[in-house]
């Protein structure tokens, strides 16, 4: 049986991965802190991570991505995508007015991850602008806060397992800005994943750092992939943090490395002095609610 790493039960994550494994047995250890998600696969405790990267309102997740690039060396098993639904969850009774309704006005302090936090701020500034906005490890963790501090005015912004595993009600439904939102997560690991599902797209990650004092080597760097029609799908300088203005580069390519024209391409960047690494080269999972 797979042993997997995430964040809280309860969290978007734990949603995530169950809708990614479907009926498969899998045994899912929970941790409060994505460093300590990573370090579990790191040392042997889970045979995978389940990491979030990327956010249809927020783009990148910085620290997400530093973690996989600068602090372990673990390939990339899978991608897949599914929408961060977040509700506002507290003790409906703490909040109802006169007349039945829950009273906004009531809500002292909102306490969220930071990511989710920013996906649903139009709702909190409209509702209840005079909430304290407070930070969590994790959607679920903020749920659990509340639950410890009745009578307090204190909600979270958190998923419908979240609310479930803690016995708190849904006060607001979907509160985020956007509706078509959606987070990209990366299953990372030694081994291939081996996932029932079926993927019709291949996709590999790689970092290239540029040399130094290389005029044009950025354009040189994408005419490689462009000219043997090798699809991009995502470009992301970061910084390399060993020197101010010294950047690599984070590229998606929507082809296997094992494709000739990508390793073509590599020798290739290789050759302008560019190092070139290979993140992952892994199954992409579109979202389906039916699946």
Not at 126 to 131: C, D, H
Not at 185 to 214: C, H, W, Y
Not at 231 to 256: C, H, M, Q
Request: hydrophobic residues 40%.
């Amino acid at each position: 049986m797979k042993r997997i790493a995430l964040l809280p039960e309860g969290s978007v994550s734990h949603e995530a991965i169950v809708h990614l494994f479907g009926d498969e047995p899998v045994e899912l250890l929970y941790y409060k802190q994505i460093s300590d998600v990573f370090r579990s696969t790191v040392l042997g405790k889970s045979d995978y991570s389940v990491i979030p990267i990327e956010n249809t309102i927020d783009g990148s997740v910085s620290l997400h991505m530093d973690w996989l690039v600068n602090e372990v060396d673990i390939p990339m098993q899978a991608e897949w995508v599914y929408p961060s639904i977040q509700n506002l969850i507290g003790d409906r009774e703490a909040f109802l007015s006169e007349d039945g309704e829950i009273d906004y006005s009531k809500i002292t302090k909102i306490i969220s991850h930071p990511v989710a936090a920013a996906q649903c701020m139009q709702f909190v500034r409209k509702y209840a602008p005079q909430a304290e906005v407070e930070h969590a490890g994790s959607t679920s963790e903020a749920v659990h806060i509340v639950k410890n501090n009745p009578g307090q005015g204190w909600a979270a912004i958190g998923t419908v397992l979240g609310a479930a595993k803690y016995k708190l009600d849904i006060m607001a439904e979907r509160v985020t800005d956007h509706d078509n939102n959606f987070t990209r997560f990366v299953l990372i690991g030694s081994d291939s994943a081996r996932l029932q599902r079926q993927s019709n797209q291949m996709k590999t990650s790689v970092t290239v750092t540029l040399p130094e004092d290389f005029p044009g080597a950025l354009h040189q760097v994408l005419s490689a992939f462009a000219w043997r029609r090798l699809n991009l799908s995502r470009i992301e300088s970061r910084p390399t943090k060993k020197k101010l203005g010294n950047y690599y580069f984070y590229i998606d390519v929507l082809a296997e490395d094992s494709a000739v024209l990508l390793q073509a391409a590599f020798s290739e960047i290789e050759a302008l002095g560019c190092q070139v690494r290979v993140l992952g080269s892994y199954p992409c999972y579109p979202y389906n609610k039916n699946s």
